[in-house]
């Protein structure tokens, strides 16, 4: 390997210029992403293998089955649950709870789908209320963007705040060995004032969305939608089995994708639609962009770029005058690249280095609430920065509406704001209590 200026190589150079012009493509959308995603994987296996820094079977390593599994299992029950009319009724109900104010029905729809990211991971959360979102919103005559948008920005804020809200959260628990309960009260207080922030940042940012007044679904009879009771009564009952199994799939060391497919194969039992029906559904363009960035991120990893992040990181944080410092970096650039790439590889990648920080007699308890923080609130950054996202991106896209289609920059013009806001405030509430995240 060709080492130059400062520890870096001609590899990691090489991979970050794939990563940069797959990435270009996508927020460009010159070509569709899922596009950019296939070309952008080919083209790093392809240079790995030439390099040396990655293979075949590293790619196929990088991408992430558990994730994937989760996402077409629970993808496999939205598809199930549309038939019977089960959106609709929900959708009616909630329209009607909001009592005709716009601005009403964003509060709610958030604060449902924050309650349940905390309790669920925010990627299930969101693939049940994405579409439900656009049903209510046509039955509305009003755009879905912006309940779209606060469904995804305040799932993953929300989901910050508790051990299995977020993917990350999960891994840093394990390594850390924090509890469920330890997670909540260091992480709870503090994304509860970045949650309401982003609340208050969206009603400002799409006011004139909300400032129609709208009743015309008031005088609807949300029974009248439901089309098959009986396969509605099946799912829900299927859905209610994999919620249950999340709460302890830890204990019976079972895979949350694994988790998705028993839910799965028990609606298919109960329902047993036409299989070429039922598959035909499945969002597979999304399915494929996801193990395309999976494998694009994987060989930026493996060209040593994360790790060369990380042995500068260890020389700053032994210095515990700096350890303060230290927290905040971590944080707001776990912000950034979480913006930029997927933040499990980015989480995957900081955990050993942090393990290696407290044998070395560093207090790594700081450390690792600023990462939970930065990868959480990252995400928000971007349409791709975390996996809620581009579901509600990719439902904007099922509607076939021009007008309502999400583009990279409109996200960013939106999304952006919310990432650097919530971002200060955490950087100044850890600041001020940093005493509590050090333990003492």
């Given at each position: 390997?060709?080492a ?7 590899e ?21 992403r899922?596009?950019?995603a ?20 590293g ?18 029950l ?14 009616i ?21 924050t309650?349940i ?16 979102t ?16 606060a469904?995804?920005?305040?799932s ?6 508790t ?20 997670f ?20 400002v940012?799409f006011?004139?969305?909300?400032a ?23 799912i ?5 089995v ?33 299989p ?15 193990a ?20 500068h990181?260890?020389t ?9 410092v230290?927290a ?6 776990s912000?950034i690249l979480?913006?930029a ?12 280095i ?10 790594v ?9 930065g990868?959480?609130?990252?995400g ?55 005493d ?5």
């Amino acid at each position: 390997m060709e080492a130059t200026t400062g520890g870096t190589t001609t590899e990691m150079y090489v991979a970050l210029g794939i990563l940069v012009a797959a990435y270009a493509l996508i927020f460009t959308e010159v070509i569709h992403r899922t596009l950019a995603a296939i070309i952008g994987s080919v083209a790093m296996i392809g240079v790995g293998m030439a390099g040396g820094f990655y293979s075949q079977a590293g790619a196929v390593a990088a991408v992430d089955a558990n994730t994937m599994f989760l996402l077409m299992g629970m993808m496999a029950l939205v598809v199930l649950l549309k038939p019977t009319g089960g959106f609709e009724y929900l959708a009616i109900r909630i329209a009607k709870a909001a009592k005709g104010s716009p601005a009403r029905l964003l509060i709610y729809l958030s604060t449902t789908v924050t309650l349940i990211s905390l309790v669920l991971d925010n990627v299930t959360t969101v693939l049940v209320f994405a579409p439900l979102t656009v049903v209510i919103a046509r039955l509305l005559g009003i755009s879905p963007v912006p309940y779209l948008m606060a469904a995804a920005l305040l799932s993953n804020t929300g989901g910050v705040a508790t051990l299995v809200g977020d993917p990350p959260n999960v891994m840093i628990g394990s390594a850390a060995n924090i509890d469920f309960n330890t997670f909540l009260f260091h992480m709870g207080p503090i994304v509860l004032v970045a949650w309401v922030a982003t609340l208050l940042i969206l009603l400002v940012s799409f006011r004139k969305d909300l400032a129609q007044k709208i009743d015309e679904v008031l005088d609807l009879d949300e029974t009248r939608v439901l089309k098959d009771m009986r396969a509605l009564i099946a799912i829900c009952f299927s859905i209610a089995v994999v919620v249950a199994l999340f709460f302890i799939h830890h204990r019976f060391h079972l895979f949350p994708g694994y988790v998705a497919w028993v839910g799965v194969a028990v609606a298919l039992a109960l329902v047993r639609p036409d299989p070429e029906e039922f598959l035909r559904e499945i969002d597979w363009s999304l399915l494929v962009f996801f193990a395309g960035l999976f494998i694009i991120v994987g060989g930026v990893e493996g060209s040593g770029l994360l790790d060369l992040f990380g042995e500068h990181l260890v020389t700053v944080a032994q210095d515990p005058a700096r350890l303060l410092v230290t927290a905040l970096v971590i944080m707001w650039i776990s912000a950034i690249l979480s913006a930029a790439v997927d933040n499990i590889p980015f989480t995957v990648t900081m955990i050993p280095i942090i393990l290696h920080l407290e044998t070395q007699g560093v207090d790594v308890m700081p450390l690792w609430w600023a990462l939970a923080l930065g990868v959480g609130l990252g995400g928000n950054g971007s349409h791709i920065g975390a996996t809620a996202n581009v579901i509600c991106v990719a439902e904007a896209e099922r509607t076939r509406n021009p007008e309502y289609r999400i583009t990279p920059l409109f996200w960013l013009k939106k999304g952006t704001p919310v990432m650097f806001t919530t971002l200060v405030i955490c950087s100044v509430l850890f600041t001020i209590f940093f005493d509590y995240y050090r333990g003492e």
